[in-house]
């Protein structure tokens, strides 16, 4: 049974930083793409960042140069670093994966104030 569970989600003001972890269980963790995504009140849930297996990193344009997602394998485990937040950031942040099928954790809410 594939469990993800998200956590570090918290209230900071615009300018600070939060990390988010993703626990995944259920899966070769190792071998597995791991995804973050975000949605916001109101809006359609977007994608934010993704890792594969070899550590290669790919972000949306909106979090470039300010979110870094990374992975310890050992822990089975997806962290999110997001430095110098943005009030628009706000939203519940979900990891992803897929094994067979799409599977996504609880979610983690974040809120950024100006």
């Known amino acids: 049974q594939v469990q993800l569970v998200e956590s570090g989600g918290g209230s900071v003001q615009a300018g600070g930083s939060l990390r988010l972890s993703c626990a995944a269980s259920?899966?070769?963790?190792?071998?597995?793409?791991m995804n973050w995504y975000r949605q916001a009140p109101g809006k359609q849930r977007e994608w934010v960042a993704q890792?594969?297996?070899?550590?290669?990193?790919n972000y949306a344009d909106s979090v470039k140069g300010r979110f870094t997602i990374s992975r310890d394998n050992a822990k089975n485990t997806v962290h999110l670093q997001m430095n110098s937040l943005k009030p628009e950031d706000t939203g519940v942040y979900y990891c992803s994966t897929v094994s067979a099928r799409l599977y996504w954790g609880q979610g983690t809410q974040v809120t950024v104030s100006s």
């Open positions: 259920g899966i070769i963790f190792s071998s597995a793409v």
């Open positions: 890792i594969n297996s070899l550590g290669t990193t």
